[in-house]
């Protein structure tokens, strides 16, 4: 299932980009002159916003707060629907909760934004940097946008007796190259390379790796003008987690809904991941769907226009 979803994420990439260049044999004089007005009138125009969000569910997308905006979020996952976990003791999971962020995103340029949140899970601290390289245009001349992010993490405290004693040990490191494409005003689907490095990696245990290498797959699908069905997908690549049993291991996953209000972005969704942090969910999911360890969760994000300048802006960025 898993290479499944990967392979048919490549695919469509590829598909609809040799589409765009496959040369069109049978066009007549009046749609190559029309076709030669459209290329002149969109040479090097960029793509509007593939996505509505900085950010998915799991995982973030190729969108950019701009220049002097604030963009604050606040995500939370409650605790376990079902299973041993779950059930109506704890209202389906409500009255808990696996985890909660709260976030800063700042755009210093357009293409160039700094972000600080804190994580209940682990009590993890992240400041990262994100960097939009390249934007795709109408024309095709760059099909895909490319934003490389990239994030250090801290955990102030430890985990147990004996564990992240050491501040060396409690530093996290997270790298990521997101690779989006709008295949039309209602598809767009990203793919993530990732590395993640945990100085101490958790749990304790023989084999397990300091280094994880993972590939996402994420996208969305407008439904309505407002609003539309976003979904996740992370595999990472640890021997340790496709061969340990106790604990055992699943991929990530995310399904949700989201909705743009204007100066918010508002996302209900349910996922298997007890984090929200990628340094934290590629390490340590261990709930399934299929035994009920799943739970709802939801994103606020906000954006404040700290410039003093009042536009208005389709879209939620």
């Given at each position: 299932m898993k290479k499944t979803v990967i392979l048919l994420a490549l695919a469509a990439f590829g598909f609809n980009a040799g589409a765009q260049t496959k040369p069109d044999t049978k066009t007549n004089a009046a749609d190559s002159l029309?076709?030669?007005?459209?290329?002149?009138?969109?040479?090097?125009?960029?793509?509007?916003?593939?996505?509505e969000?900085?950010?998915?569910?799991?995982?973030?997308?190729?969108e950019m707060v701009k220049k002097q905006n604030l963009n604050f979020l606040v995500s939370h996952r409650f605790g376990d629907v079902g299973g041993a976990d779950g059930g109506s003791k704890i209202f389906w999971g409500l009255d808990n909760?696996?985890?909660?962020?709260?976030?800063?995103?700042?755009?210093v340029s357009d293409n160039f934004n700094?972000?600080?949140?804190?994580?209940?899970?682990?009590?993890l601290l992240e400041l990262g940097l994100k960097w939009a390289v390249l934007?795709?245009?109408?024309?095709d001349s760059a099909p895909f946008n490319i934003t490389l992010a990239g994030k250090a993490g801290l955990k102030p405290y430890a985990v147990?007796?004996?564990?992240?004693?050491?501040?060396?040990?409690?530093?996290?490191?997270?790298?990521?190259?997101?690779?989006?494409?709008?295949?039309?005003?209602s598809i767009s689907?990203?793919?993530?390379?990732?590395?993640?490095?945990?100085?101490?990696?958790?749990?304790?245990?023989?084999?397990?790796?300091?280094?994880?290498?993972?590939?996402?797959?994420?996208?969305?699908?407008?439904?309505?003008?407002?609003?539309g069905l976003v979904f996740d997908y992370q595999h990472p690549f640890s021997n340790y987690r496709s061969n340990s049993t106790d604990p055992r291991f699943y991929d990530p996953i995310a399904v949700g809904w989201q909705v743009q209000t204007g100066g918010h972005v508002f996302t209900v969704n349910f996922s298997n991941s007890k984090a929200i942090s990628e340094i934290n969910y590629l390490s340590d999911t261990d709930s399934s769907w299929g035994k009920g360890q799943f739970r709802i969760g939801f994103t606020i994000s906000r954006m404040f226009d700290l410039s003093g300048h009042k536009e208005k802006k389709e879209g939620g960025y």
């Open positions: 029309m076709n030669a007005l459209t290329t002149t009138n969109d040479k090097g125009e960029k793509v509007s916003a593939a996505f969000s900085s950010r998915l569910i799991l995982s973030q997308s190729t909760s696996s985890d909660i962020f709260i976030g800063f995103e700042y755009g700094i972000d600080f949140g804190r994580n209940k899970f682990e009590q934007h795709q245009t109408k024309d147990t007796t004996g564990v992240f004693n050491d501040y060396s040990n409690r530093l996290n490191y997270y790298y990521e190259a997101i690779i989006s494409r709008k295949f039309s005003q689907l990203q793919i993530i390379p990732s590395y993640l490095r945990n100085n101490l990696p958790y749990p304790l245990a023989n084999g397990n790796e300091q280094n994880i290498f993972a590939l996402g797959v994420g996208g969305y699908i407008k439904v309505t003008k407002r609003s």
